[in-house]
Nanobody, 125 residues
């Protein structure tokens, strides 16, 4: 069974940084995608960033390009989401999720069948 453990959220001021971690069960094969999603109160869950573990290709939603980065540490089975220059609109519960496959797009929430627990990110102004 796929298990994900997300951590790293917190309260930060505008312009600050946080690093989220998503540690996954250890797999024999690397043909999977880890995605970071977020959901703010009253809004739909949206994809923030994804990474294909096998080839390192990445995706970022437009609003975080240039501010967020995503990386994978195979030795730790952990994907990191580095969030810099945080803005109040980044405030949300962040979730990491897993799906099999090698291509990043299309990114559909419904394709991710395994989810970690959410971690709250709050950016104060």
């Amino acid at each position: 069974d796929v298990q994900l453990q997300a951590s790293g959220g917190g309260l930060v001021q505008v312009g600050g940084s946080l690093r989220l971690s998503c540690t996954a069960s250890r797999f024999t094969f690397d043909d999977y995608v880890i995605g970071w999603f977020r959901q703010a109160p009253g809004k739909e869950r949206e994809a923030v960033s994804c990474i294909s573990v096998i080839d390192g290709s990445t995706y970022f939603t437009d609003s975080v390009k240039g501010r967020f980065s995503i990386s994978n540490d195979n030795t730790r089975n952990t994907v990191y989401l580095q969030m810099n220059s945080l803005r109040p609109e980044d405030t949300a519960v962040y979730y990491c999720a897993f799906r099999w496959g090698t291509t990043i797009t299309p990114i559909l929430v419904s394709d991710f069948h395994h989810w970690g627990q959410g971690t709250q990110v709050t950016v104060s102004s």
